[in-house]
C-alpha cells in the first residue's frame, strides 16, 4: 500500500527557509502526481504545489509562486518543497499527496495522502 511520510517541518522567522521531504512507498510512481497542500487552523486545505512524477512538470499556487520549490527525487522515491521567504501566513501543517494522473489543484482529486508535517513562521 502506498506510504507518504512527510519531515522537515519546524519553526522558522520570516525571511527564512526551510525544506520539506515526503518520503513515498509502496508502488512505483510513474504515472502519478505528486502535490503540497496546506491547512492552516480554521481553513480549508489549499493547494500549493504539484509536480508530474514523470516528466518533472510543475504548478503552484500564486501565493508562492517564486518562493517555493518542488521537486522530486525519483531514484529516492523522494518529493522536495524547498520554501525561501517565508511568510507568517505560510503558517499551516502542509501534507504531501499522490494521485495517478495528471496534476491537478483539488485536493480531493488526490487518492493517498501523508500525515502531515507543521510549519510555524513567526513574525
Known amino acids: 500500500q502506498v506510504q507518504l511520510v512527510e519531515s522537515g517541518g519546524g519553526l522558522v522567522q520570516a525571511g527564512g527557509s526551510l525544506r520539506l521531504s515526503c518520503a513515498a512507498s509502496?508502488?512505483?510512481?510513474?504515472?502519478?502526481?505528486m502535490g503540497w497542500f496546506r491547512q492552516a487552523p480554521g481553513k480549508e486545505r489549499d493547494f500549493v504545489s504539484a509536480?508530474?512524477?514523470?516528466?518533472?512538470?510543475?504548478y503552484y499556487a500564486n501565493s508562492v509562486k517564486g518562493r517555493f520549490t518542488i521537486s522530486r527525487d525519483n531514484a529516492k522515491n523522494t518529493l522536495y518543497l524547498q520554501m525561501n521567504s517565508l511568510k507568517s501566513e505560510d503558517t499551516a501543517v502542509y501534507y504531501c499527496a499522490a494521485r495517478r494522473g495528471a496534476i491537478a489543484t483539488n485536493n480531493y482529486r488526490y487518492d493517498y495522502w501523508g500525515q502531515g508535517t507543521q510549519v510555524t513562521v513567526s513574525s
Open positions: 509536480i508530474n512524477w514523470d516528466y518533472g512538470n510543475t
Open positions: 509502496g508502488r512505483t510512481f510513474s504515472g502519478y502526481a
